[in-house]
């Protein structure tokens, strides 16, 4: 089985910073593509950033200059560090990435985490 923790959400002002870490355990034999999606009460969720295997990165818009996403191969593990945080990105963050379980198939199955709650206050 394959798991997937995000950590590092909180409170915060407006104007600060947070670190979400998103660790992936279990059966892995690779990752291609890893993401963070959000989704504020009453809305749909939404992606937000994603980092492909080879580490080419994209993001939404309303992000662009503020997050960056980057990850840790050896430690399958994928952040999100979030500067210049506004109260539009109170949400709950969830994680979710491509992974292979296995030599011998070729297959990618998407996992996602439980989430973590940002909430920046104004």
């Known amino acids: 089985q394959v798991q997937l923790v995000e950590s590092g959400g909180g409170l915060v002002q407006a104007g600060g910073s947070l670190r979400l870490s998103c660790a992936a355990s279990?059966?892995?034999?690779?990752?291609?593509?890893m993401r963070w999606f959000r989704q504020a009460p009453g809305k749909q969720r939404e992606l937000v950033a994603v980092?492909?295997?080879?580490?080419?990165?994209n993001y939404v818009d309303s992000v662009k200059g503020r997050f960056t996403i980057s990850r840790d191969n050896a430690k399958n593990t994928v952040y999100l560090q979030m500067n210049s945080l506004k109260p539009e990105d109170t949400a709950v963050y969830y994680c979710?990435?491509?992974?292979?379980?296995?030599?011998?198939?070729?297959?990618?199955?998407?996992?996602w985490g439980q989430g973590t709650q940002v909430t920046v206050s104004s």
């Open positions: 279990g059966s892995i034999f690779s990752i291609n593509a």
């Open positions: 980092i492909g295997g080879s580490g080419t990165t």
């Open positions: 979710n990435a491509d992974i292979r379980i296995s030599s011998v198939t070729y297959q990618y199955t998407t996992y």
